[in-house]
């Protein structure tokens, strides 16, 4: 049974003996939370829209979403009780505070406002703070401080880089989400080139951060190390496959998150965490001492929480390309490929259209080749050179994978060099089809069919969210085209990228693009 610290009084606080059956009410609902019975625990908690409860990862608001965001946790962490303070407000109102123990150690706070209804104690809004963890093991592999120190001097110095777990870090393995993967993997003897420019900027590297098992998906749930978190979106998946990355950004602990986008592993993290996410053009960045996914399609970018870093973290990385190059100030829109994002993407895509005014004077509806056909040669040829590249290794190791990239790749074992080649003179064709569609204008879409999506979606609600979102992606990937995820679309369930799609080479002016639109007066 649950007790009350008593308190001198001293302080002039308000009341603290509790009201008559308040202390029963905390003890059955921390009974009801250990056990993780979810409908005693939905009773608890009051029924309305305005019913509150916040933790380190935000907040939620309204009692069915805490129903639902209680009913994927899976259960709450362990813990104790080691006292408790009440403050009584009136007969019918207090708040309790708990001080909580966990077994592994620190101390952490329950925040709860307790009202008396109709049914007894209900609780109106509730905040819990746990012991402060130094590593988060679902968004860093490992981190130092730092680990690996950038050169003194240049335009990244004191900037944070979260390097996604496919590229060498000098001293350090390549693991690509899989235990066992990791296990066998040799240390790096020197960095990646791509790591390397950041350093030699003078960025640090903070850490190496997690990715989907061998970078094959862009929902970012892991079976191994677990799913980040989303600040920008309570309970949301944080997107994949550069998901570790992306968190690390956005929870502050990284300023640049080094990743890759081979279907969209950039952007749609960067679209679902309200970054800012490039996917630079084919092959701009050199990709040696970069695990490889589909090298047809695979990129090097990067994930900022601003454009400016964006810019500098590009700059240093990127050739400067075509001086003479078109200062990408014309714009097309295909509508059947709007078509294919939720219908609050597509409104809160045209509103934001039409805040950019003249900044679109130039806009084109333009048609593009059937998107059904470019994504169904897209995976074909990404299903056929990722088991290339990772086959024979996971022949060898069965049982290494989660069940859903295992289905992935047992699918993509199928593909015949018939299949294959059709495939390929799809994606060519299509190319060419694209470049003269767009005539060098830059394609406006959205970065991702949808806001995050709660974590709590089942497998087929997953496959089918990232086949719709997999069409938008798969056309700067065909293309070869540089993509910049910029956040300036917001739906009711979190943000979502506007996406732009350039000539291949007009990386760094895309990003100037995507200043002048979160500016557009400016």
Same mark, same amino acid.
């Given at each position: 049974?649950?007790?009350?610290?008593?308190?001198?009084?001293?302080?002039?606080?308000?009341?603290?003996?509790?009201?008559?059956?308040?202390?029963?009410?905390?003890?059955?609902? =921390?009974?009801?939370?250990?056990?993780?019975?979810?409908?005693? $625990?939905?009773?608890? !908690?009051?029924?309305?829209?305005?019913?509150?409860? *916040?933790?380190?990862?935000?907040?939620?608001?309204?009692?069915?979403?805490?129903?639902?965001?209680?009913?994927?946790?899976?259960?709450?962490?362990?813990?104790?009780?080691? +006292?408790?303070?009440?403050?009584?407000?009136?007969?019918?109102?207090?708040?309790?505070?708990?001080?909580?123990?966990?077994?592994?150690?620190?101390? *952490?706070?329950?925040?709860? #406002?307790?009202?008396?209804?109709?049914?007894?104690?209900?609780?109106?809004?509730?905040?819990?703070?746990?012991?402060?963890?130094?590593?988060?093991? +679902? &968004?860093?592999?490992?981190?130092?401080?730092?680990?690996?120190?950038?050169?003194?001097?240049?335009?990244?110095?004191?900037?944070?880089?979260?390097?996604?777990?496919?590229?060498? @870090?000098?001293?350090?393995?390549?693991?690509?989400?899989?235990?066992?993967?990791?296990?066998?993997?040799?240390?790096?003897?020197?960095?990646?080139?791509?790591?390397?420019?950041?350093?030699?900027?003078?960025?640090?590297?903070?850490?190496?951060?997690?990715?989907?098992?061998?970078?094959?998906?862009?929902?970012?749930?892991?079976?191994?190390?677990?799913?980040?978190?989303?600040?920008?979106?309570?309970?949301?998946?944080?997107?994949?496959?550069?998901?570790?990355?992306? +968190?690390?950004?956005? $929870?502050?602990?990284?300023?640049?998150?080094?990743?890759?986008?081979? /279907?969209?592993?950039?952007? @749609?993290?960067?679209?679902?965490?309200? $970054?800012?996410?490039?996917?630079?053009?084919?092959?701009?960045?050199?990709?040696?001492?970069?695990?490889?996914?589909?090298?047809?399609?695979?990129?090097?970018?990067?994930?900022?929480?601003?454009?400016?870093? %964006?810019?500098?973290?590009?700059?240093?990385?990127?050739?400067?390309?075509?001086?003479?190059?078109?200062?990408?100030?014309?714009?097309? &829109?295909?509508?059947?490929?709007?078509?294919?994002?939720?219908?609050?993407?597509?409104?809160?895509?045209?509103?934001?259209?039409?805040?950019?005014?003249?900044?679109?004077?130039?806009?084109?509806?333009?048609?593009?080749?059937?998107?059904?056909? %470019?994504?169904?040669? !897209?995976?074909?040829?990404?299903?056929?050179?990722?088991?290339?590249?990772?086959?024979?290794?996971?022949?060898?190791?069965?049982?290494?994978?989660?069940?859903?990239?295992?289905?992935?790749?047992?699918?993509? +074992?199928?593909?015949?060099?018939?299949?294959?080649?059709?495939?390929?003179?799809?994606? $060519?064709?299509?190319? &060419?089809?694209?470049?003269?569609?767009?005539?060098?204008?830059?394609? #406006?879409?959205?970065?991702?069919?949808?806001?995050?999506?709660?974590?709590?979606?089942?497998?087929? =609600?997953?496959?089918?969210?990232?086949?719709?979102? #997999?069409?938008?992606?798969?056309?700067?990937?065909?293309?070869?085209?540089?993509?910049?995820?910029?956040?300036?679309?917001?739906?009711?369930? /979190?943000?979502?990228?506007?996406?732009? &799609?350039?000539?291949?080479?007009?990386?760094?002016?895309?990003?100037?693009?995507?200043?002048?639109?979160?500016?557009?007066?400016?």
């Amino acid at each position: 049974m649950i007790s009350v610290v008593e308190s001198d009084g001293s302080t002039g606080a308000p009341g603290i003996h509790p009201p008559d059956g308040l202390l029963d009410a905390v003890d059955a609902y =921390e009974h009801a939370l250990m056990a993780n019975d979810l409908e005693a $625990l939905d009773a608890f !908690f009051a029924e309305g829209d305005t019913t509150m409860r *916040g933790d380190a990862a935000g907040l939620l608001v309204g009692h069915d979403r805490i129903s639902r965001f209680r009913q994927g946790r899976g259960g709450a962490p362990r813990r104790e009780i080691t +006292s408790v303070e009440v403050r009584t407000i009136d007969d019918d109102h207090a708040l309790v505070v708990s001080v909580l123990a966990p077994p592994a150690g620190g101390r *952490g706070q329950q925040t709860q #406002l307790w009202r008396r209804g109709a049914s007894g104690w209900v609780i109106d809004a509730a905040h819990v703070s746990g012991p402060a963890r130094a590593i988060d093991p +679902s &968004v860093w592999r490992g981190v130092g401080t730092p680990p690996v120190v950038g050169e003194p001097g240049g335009a990244l110095v004191g900037r944070r880089v979260a390097v996604k777990d496919l590229f060498d @870090v000098a001293g350090h393995e390549v693991g690509a989400g899989v235990p066992a993967f990791l296990a066998e993997s040799p240390r790096a003897t020197a960095s990646a080139p791509a790591v390397g420019a950041l350093l030699a900027a003078g960025a640090d590297v903070q850490g190496i951060a997690r990715t989907d098992e061998f970078a094959y998906s862009i929902a970012g749930r892991n079976p191994h190390y677990g799913t980040p978190p989303n600040p920008a979106v309570v309970g949301g998946i944080p997107g994949g496959s550069s998901n570790g990355p992306a +968190s690390a950004v956005a $929870l502050g602990q990284a300023d640049i998150g080094l990743g890759t986008d081979t /279907g969209g592993s950039i952007r @749609v993290p960067a679209s679902y965490q309200g $970054l800012w996410g490039l996917r630079t053009t084919h092959g701009a960045v050199d990709r040696s001492g970069l695990l490889p996914l589909a090298p047809s399609f695979d990129t090097v970018g990067w994930l900022t929480r601003d454009s400016a870093t %964006l810019a500098m973290a590009a700059s240093v990385s990127l050739p400067m390309g075509d001086p003479d190059a078109v200062q990408l100030r014309r714009f097309a &829109v295909c509508d059947a490929v709007t078509a294919l994002a939720d219908a609050d993407v597509r409104a809160a895509f045209d509103d934001a259209l039409a805040g950019l005014g003249g900044l679109l004077d130039d806009l084109e509806r333009v048609e593009l080749p059937d998107v059904d056909v %470019l994504f169904e040669a !897209f995976r074909t040829v990404q299903a056929a050179e990722a088991w290339r590249a990772h086959g024979d290794w996971i022949s060898a190791h069965p049982g290494a994978l989660g069940a859903d990239i295992a289905g992935r790749f047992a699918w993509a +074992s199928g593909f015949g060099t018939d299949e294959e080649e059709a495939a390929r003179a799809v994606v $060519l064709a299509a190319r &060419v089809e694209i470049e003269r569609a767009l005539d060098r204008r830059v394609l #406006l879409l959205p970065a991702a069919s949808s806001a995050a999506p709660q974590a709590t979606m089942g497998a087929a =609600e997953n496959e089918e969210t990232r086949a719709r979102t #997999l069409r938008l992606t798969c056309i700067a990937g065909i293309a070869g085209m540089p993509a910049l995820s910029v956040p300036l679309l917001r739906v009711a369930k /979190g943000p979502v990228g506007l996406c732009l &799609v350039g000539p291949r080479g007009s990386d760094l002016r895309l990003i100037e693009v995507g200043e002048r639109m979160t500016h557009p007066r400016g």
